[in-house]
């Protein structure tokens, strides 16, 4: 039996990741194989590693990580959508069977018995090799190659992008103004989507004004805020009236800043889960007043479905065309896989670490 190596971890037990050999996976009836180009690291990433998710396949004690996959086919599909040299991404959830899932929005998933790769009961992408059905894979043209571990994140901000313009389809006045929380990957590109939208955008994050996070928000032609110390409420009131605002830092007590810098008709949307924190104090009375006065709307999102994998493709490519450069600039960090732990460490101005086989 062929082998590989990927990154794995005991499910539950913190600074259990290893490098570990595995069997190299065979592609089942109609499955292709891919071999695996980079692979991003995220906070989820990090939340597992920690032992506060993540769990192993059914029957394994190991669960292999990553969620944030650049691959290429080596052996088709059967039906030769995938032919050998595409370049892939692979998406995240696998439905259950309830009748979101059935309709193909897995990510509203009612029953919540999906899986998914490199998260919950199935093995994820950081590794040598992988297969996976034509039903769940993306194709990337080629001037996605350096970049395209991004589709994954991309996909999770299109679908939220996708909720704001629903719930916001009440309001008889377009969206022009919107403030991004947070200059992680998903932050920036909310930013950079939000940008090639036409929107004014303001990105607030802790980096420094020098900071790469600070160019790379400005090469879009949004302001960048460096928010240490700041108060988001003064940031969005010299803003002016802000139709979107998107949580994008995942901090405790954040969804309530941005709750509160929701201008008149505005939508605040939360992507950011934050880990177990001290509870903390809210001026209630304020802020429902303020929401209620406002006609402001509060919209949870995460996962993404297929066809919020296909705006991110359509809109990288706009982005790529548009501002040359920037997504690769969001590349950090590549490490092979053996120095894993040095791409999930991360530095204060770190935005996407890679691990490439
Ligand atoms: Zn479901």
């Not at 190991?62 to 290429?72: P, S």
């Not at 999906?114 to 034509?134: D, L, N, Q």
């Not at 929380?181 to 607030?204: D, F, K, M, P, Y």
């Not at 810098?261 to 950011?272: D, E, H, Q, S």
Request: net charge negative.
């Amino acid at each position: 039996m062929e082998e590989m190596r990927a990154v794995s971890v005991t499910p539950g037990v913190s600074g259990s990741a290893r490098l570990t050999v595995h069997p190299r996976p065979v592609p089942a009836a109609g499955e292709a194989l891919v071999r695996v180009l980079a692979t991003g690291v995220c906070g989820t990433d990090r939340e597992i590693l920690a032992g506060h998710t993540g769990t192993a396949p059914t029957g394994a004690e190991r669960l292999i990580i990553g969620h944030e996959c650049l691959g290429e086919v080596v052996t088709g599909d059967a039906e030769g959508t995938f032919p050998p040299g595409t370049l892939v991404a692979p998406m995240v959830r696998r439905p259950d069977g309830c009748p979101a899932c059935r309709a193909g929005r897995w990510d509203l998933c009612q029953w919540g018995n999906y899986t998914e790769r490199g998260i919950r009961g199935a093995h994820g992408f950081m590794a040598e090799w992988y297969t996976e059905s034509p039903d769940y894979l993306v194709p990337l043209p080629p001037e996605l190659r350096a970049a395209g571990m991004l589709v994954e994140p991309a996909a999770v901000v299109a679908k939220a992008l996708s909720e704001v313009t629903q719930v916001r389809s009440r309001i008889p006045w377009p969206a022009t103004r919107a403030l991004v929380l947070g200059g992680g990957s998903i932050g920036l590109l909310a930013t950079l989507l939000l940008r090639h939208q036409g929107l004014e955008v303001h990105t607030l994050d802790l980096a420094a004004a020098d900071s790469l996070k600070a160019r790379l928000v400005e090469a879009s032609g949004a302001r960048y805020v460096a928010g240490r110390g700041v108060p988001v409420n003064e940031v969005a009131e010299q803003a002016g009236n802000l139709d979107i605002v998107v949580e994008a830092t995942g901090a405790p007590g954040m969804a309530f800043a941005a709750m509160e810098a929701t201008g008149i008709g505005g939508v605040a949307v939360l992507l950011g889960v934050p880990g177990a924190a001290a509870p903390r104090e809210v001026d209630a009375a304020w802020l429902t007043r303020r929401l209620v006065e406002h006609n402001a709307a509060v919209v949870g999102s995460i996962n993404a479905a297929r066809l919020h994998f296909d705006a991110a493709l359509t809109g990288l490519l706009a982005v790529q065309r548009r501002w040359p450069g920037v997504l690769e600039r969001m590349i950090t960090g590549r490490y092979p896989l053996a120095q894993f732990e040095d791409a999930i460490r991360g530095g204060s101005d770190t935005v996407k670490s890679v691990v490439e086989p």
